[in-house]
């Protein structure tokens, strides 16, 4: 079964600093990762994906997230915190191959970030 | 860009009314899905489609039913709404059958059963 840990429901930092949220992830076959964010009383939005390749991989408003095949773990990162940044994130997990729950995505209980100035 | 447009952000009910929400999507998307958020709980998936007049059962399906009579269309029902209900809903849709596609998703509609 598939399934998605963050393992901290809030994250501080102070703007400037680098941040990273975390996410571990559990499927028994190749995994698809995301990353969404949500802005209050908004839905979420999506912010990258890993597929294949590069384990860095980038995204929007200068978050990228690395993939740890061995340690199954998809950290979301970014250089320098900026106040606007503060906002609940989720990471979420597919797994990869045929049937009819190709579309479903497993997402973590989410992680409040905020960035205080 | 995609948009995923629900048709209320904030709605009030009586216990057992019949509830409507409904979620339109304008990228000829396949898959349609509806969530439940709760503080503390994440996102759970209630009922999610893969083509018209198609539907499965997410994790919390009891309690509601969903149509999907066309293809941008994927609606969400209560059939006797009761207080354990109110909750903020989430409509997502996203397209092929591949497994690299995002879910792109609505705004929410904020539920309250009084």
């Known amino acids: 079964a598939q399934s998605v840990a963050q393992p901290e429901d809030q994250v501080n930092v102070a703007e400037g600093n680098p941040l990273t949220v975390k996410c571990t992830y559990s499927?028994?076959?190749?995994?698809?990762l995301f990353w969404y964010v949500q802005y209050p009383n908004r839905g979420l939005q999506f912010l990258l994906k890993?597929?294949?390749?590069?384990?860095l991989v980038k995204g929007s408003y200068g978050f990228e997230a690395e993939f740890n095949k061995s340690q199954t773990s998809f950290h979301l990162k970014k250089p320098s915190a900026l106040v606007s940044d503060s906002a609940l994130y989720f990471c979420?997990?597919?797994?990869?191959?045929?049937?009819?729950?190709?579309?479903?995505?497993?997402f973590g209980r989410g992680t409040q970030l905020t960035v205080w100035p | 860009d995609v948009k995923v447009t629900q048709s209320s952000r904030y709605l009030v009910k009586r216990t057992g009314e019949k509830v409507f929400l409904e979620c339109v999507q304008d990228?000829?998307?396949?898959?349609m899905f509806w969530y439940r958020q709760d503080p503390g709980l994440g996102l759970r998936l209630i009922y999610f489609?893969?083509?018209?007049?198609?539907?499965e059962k997410g994790d919390i399906p009891e309690g509601y039913s969903v149509s999907r009579e066309k293809k941008e269309r994927f609606s969400l029902i209560l059939e006797s709404a009761s207080t354990n209900q109110t909750s903020m809903y989430l409509c997502?849709?996203?397209?092929?059958?591949?497994?690299?596609?995002?879910?792109?998703f609505g705004d929410g509609t904020r539920l309250s059963i009084l």
């Open positions: 997502a849709s996203s397209g092929g059958r591949g497994p690299n596609q995002p879910q792109h």
């Open positions: 499927v028994s076959g190749n995994p698809y």
């Open positions: 890993y597929i294949t390749g590069d384990n």
């Open positions: 979420a997990v597919r797994e990869g191959g045929r049937g009819s729950t190709l579309g479903r995505l497993y």
């Open positions: 990228m000829d998307h396949e898959n």
């Open positions: 489609s893969y083509d018209v007049k198609m539907k």
